[in-house]
């Protein structure tokens, strides 16, 4: 037998396992790593985050990645050098960060990781006959693996499209084996770069659980403050978007597109919600004369009002009243977000933190739980539910 396989067979026979969860996002803000210690599988799976880092990236990465990043013509070459590139890049920042946290390779049984999303195009927005659910996710986990000499699951987008599903939103699965609790209708409710939420119902009946992104979080938040004030990644506490005031002509313009009317679940990207969305936006509504801290306080009451119209429209058709909100995500920390959702939602927030996973961490650990599921589990049965198809995914790579 092979000795990596050998090794996979052993690690995936163990009662518990050190995964290595990593997230790198729209925001383009830098790796996160989530050093997890994971227990059981599928609904009986139990995370400890033993330590959390974000690696940030520095401006040369965010540029190099931004040549490619959700753009409908790129240099081709460029697309393909990029994904051995930035699974080395990552490969080294793990590294480091062990060396840090004085933690051995040896001791980490598998890395999970998601990569680096370039292209999200469900077939709503390609809208091209003949043609599927797409996503593409570079970084390539070979690279990882060889690297670190530890065993990479990565990929894991492409099974779920292969599935029925549209290739995201991925948390729920994660949500469900790990955050749920019978008793409780809960809204994980992530606030990246674009937002969305699973519901978890008080059953824990996995046929019932549901999950949709919900449109813009942050992502138009960070592309118009680097347009407007040069050198700034986002609008850090809001401080922009509180000296401003909520247009009601732009907002009614943001609300136009499609994507709104499109049936649940449903998956987005800054393929369509960017810099040039807004702009036309304003156009449409003659809007291009407002300040930037009002184009600022719109978009973020544009984020708020959507996720909110997300989840009451989603809820009420499921017959649910009553429910938890959790936060997790940057957004969490913009003040002007969460109490415009606060005011919207009848319900109580409070941070995954109070669920024992940091808020900041959450994505990253939830794909060191997706990683655990593919050597150990995939047996749960999530139903015809439509967005969650019943499968275990990601690729394996073998250090040698
Ligand atoms: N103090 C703060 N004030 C306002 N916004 C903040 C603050 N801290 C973080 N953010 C927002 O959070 C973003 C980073 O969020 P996060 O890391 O969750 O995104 P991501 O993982 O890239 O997104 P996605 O979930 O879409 O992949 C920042 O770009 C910023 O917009
Ligand atoms: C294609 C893609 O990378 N989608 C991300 C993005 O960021 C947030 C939202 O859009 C979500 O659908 C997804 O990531 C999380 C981790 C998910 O799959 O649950």
Known sequence: MNDNIARLYQIAGKPERHIIGLMSGTSLDGLDIAYCQVRGEGESTAVSLLRFATVPYTDDVK?????????????????????????????????????????APAEVDLIASHGQTVMHAPKSLHGREGYGNATLQIGDGDHIAVKTGIITISDFRQKHIAAGGEGAPLAVYGDFYILGKVGE??????????????????????????????????????ACTRRFFPGSDYDKDAAHALRGAVSDTLLAALMASAFFREPFPKTTGPELFNVDYVLQAQAASGTQDLSPEDVLATLTHFSARTIAAAVLTATAGMQIDT??????????????????????????????????ILGDAKEAVLFAVLANETVSGGHSDFGRRLGVPSVAMGKISLPS
């Open 63 to 103: 540029a190099r990645i931004r040549e490619i990043f959700a753009r409908q013509l790129v240099d081709f070459p460029l697309v393909a050098m990029l994904n051995e590139w930035l699974g080395e890049l990552h490969a080294s920042m793990i590294l480091a960060t062990l060396a840090e946290w004085g933690v």
């Open 323 to 356: 429910f938890d909100v959790y936060m997790s995500g940057g957004g969490m920390h913009n003040p002007l977000l969460v109490d415009t959702l606060r005011q919207l939602l009848p319900c109580r927030f409070r941070p995954t933190d109070d669920l024992g």
């Open 185 to 222: 209708n809960r809204i994980l409710m992530n606030l990246g770069g674009i937002a969305n939420f699973t519901y978890l119902p008080a059953s824990m009946n996995a046929h019932e659980v549901f999950v949709t992104d919900t449109g813009p979080g942050n992502t138009l938040l960070d």
